[in-house]
């Protein structure tokens, strides 16, 4: 939803804003739109830990000059009529959570999504909650495991939009929910009604993406709670260890990245008799290039072509009910003491404003 940006007054109702953020998309599938969207996304320090010079010098002379047309091809596999695949599910997540929300709480909760990289820019999603009345944001990154280069770059641009405000909402900001049990619920649903469809596979592999070892050894828990969420499905699933496997995808350079990789480890399974398989990505939240095309395409024909015989991709929790259940009930418990008390009457809201008669302050925070 979109917010037209209105004056300020003491006397409206004030709002709760909920902004669900994933990483990002680029405008179009296009060697022109890739260019300045991967530049945004390496050029962050969180997403890439080398010296800034080094890296400034890699990433422009070399990088710029070979992945964007590279990644456009693989985005034009995945594009579709409504645009990029994250873009729309997460437009999707965003309206459904809204209407489940305002069912329950009315129009004093607003719900939208943003982007860290690229469009709609977290700034212009916050700017267009204030001018709504949003006073109290709840933030939720749509990671469900934590990592330094995710959740905490989400921050990063929160806290750099707010650096520039003279007022800022009360924030909450949700970290992880890698074993929140409603979670871990959608999850192992989703599987099962995949199954009662399509039956079962030899092997269930947890693909998620990765991240440099090195990030683990400095203290990131990424790796440890993508462990604990297959480990939870699979008891949820009535799994045994020997029934799945949690791996690792999308490495990027030269550097040891968390191990096993997702595509060596489909390359061997076939040699070691294993002939189905069936693949899903908890750590997305939405169905997107690295699910659609590096999984549902890539991966695939690399199990193929090793002699395995069956190859299945169990799509992302994207909007469906289960998910947006998860996700209200999640925004329930981070917004305790917000949403779950009395609407103001206007009468209230007429006293309060009483009381702040004189104050020359009728405007929202604006960036400095």
């Not at 939803?1 to 909920?18: D, E, I, P, R, T």
């Not at 090195?214 to 203290?219: E, I």
């Not at 791996?247 to 191990?259: E, N, T, V």
């Amino acid at each position: 939803m979109q917010f037209n940006g209105q004056s300020y007054s003491h006397n409206q109702q004030a709002k709760v804003g909920v902004l669900i953020c994933n990483l990002g998309t680029p405008a179009a599938p296009t060697k022109q739109a890739l260019r300045p969207y991967l530049k945004q996304f390496l050029s962050d320090p969180r997403v890439v830990e080398i010296p800034r010079l080094i890296w400034w010098f890699i990433l422009n002379v070399i990088i710029l000059n070979i992945r964007p047309a590279k990644s456009a091809k693989a985005y034009q596999q995945v594009w579709t009529e409504r645009g990029s695949p994250l873009a729309f599910h997460t437009a999707d997540q965003a309206k459904k959570l809204g209407e489940h929300l305002q069912a329950a709480y009315g129009d004093r909760v607003q719900v939208d999504w943003a982007m860290r990289y690229g469009q709609p820019s977290i700034e212009s999603r916050i700017q267009q909650f204030l001018d709504a009345g949003v006073e109290k944001l709840l933030v939720l990154p749509l990671y469900p495991q934590y990592s330094a280069s995710t959740t905490a770059s989400t921050f990063d641009a929160l806290a750099a939009d707010f650096k520039q405000r003279r007022w800022l909402p009360q924030l909450r900001f949700v970290t992880q929910y890698h074993d929140h049990p409603a979670y871990i619920q959608a999850v192992a649903d989703s599987v099962r009604a995949y199954r009662e469809v399509h039956g079962s596979a030899d092997k269930l592999i947890f693909s998620y993406h990765g991240v440099p070892l090195r990030y683990l050894h400095k203290g990131d828990p990424y790796h440890c709670q993508c462990l604990k969420t297959s480990r939870l499905v699979a008891e949820n699933l009535g799994l045994n260890d020997s029934d799945v496997i949690t791996s690792f995808q999308s490495r990027f350079g030269r550097a040891q990245w968390l191990q096993p990789y997702t595509d060596a480890t489909l390359k061997s399974l076939p040699a070691s008799g294993v002939e189905s398989v069936q693949v899903i990505c908890p750590g997305f939240s939405s169905d997107c290039l690295e699910t659609i095309e590096e999984i549902g395409d890539e991966n695939r024909g690399y199990f193929l072509e090793a002699g395995g015989q069956s190859f299945a991709y169990i799509p992302a929790l994207n909007a469906s009910e289960s998910h947006i259940q998860f996700l209200a009930r999640l925004v329930g418990e981070q917004t305790q003491g917000w949403l779950d008390q009395p609407e103001e009457t206007l009468e209230q809201r007429n006293m309060r404003a009483k009381r702040a008669q004189g104050c020359p302050h009728n405007q929202p925070s604006k960036p400095l």
